[in-house]
């Protein structure tokens, strides 16, 4: 079991910044992909961004030149940056890992909300 703890949510302006956290406790050693997923209300889960343990990263179009994932192996941290914020970015945001992008464990999710 892995156990995944989010942090750094909150209400920004449009045009503001936030960076997200999540850490990772357990059976760590089965993760390859960490990511970070997000569902506003009324529309389906969807990838934002993901990176895997030798660093390859993948990213949404729609947040790309604007979000940053990164992560600390050693730390079993994964973050996200985010600039540039839009209203269109409100939403639950979710850690996620295991082996593939098929992922295996969730955090329970931190809200993000961006005000016009």
């Known amino acids: 079991q892995v156990q995944l703890v989010e942090s750094g949510g909150g209400l920004v302006q449009a045009g503001g910044s936030l960076t997200l956290s999540c850490a990772a406790s357990?059976?760590?050693?089965?993760?390859?992909?960490m990511g970070w997923n997000r569902q506003a209300p009324g529309k389906q889960r969807e990838l934002v961004a993901g990176?895997?343990?030798?660093?390859?990263?993948n990213y949404a179009d729609s947040v790309k030149d604007r979000f940053t994932i990164s992560r600390d192996n050693a730390k079993n941290m994964v973050y996200l940056q985010m600039n540039s914020l839009k209203p269109g970015d409100t939403a639950a945001y979710y850690c996620?890992?295991?082996?593939?992008?098929?992922?295996?464990?969730w955090g329970q999710g931190t809200q993000v909300t961006v005000s016009s």
């Open positions: 996620a890992v295991g082996r593939t992008y098929t992922y295996n464990y």
């Open positions: 357990g059976s760590i050693f089965t993760i390859n992909v």
């Open positions: 990176i895997t343990r030798g660093g390859n990263t």
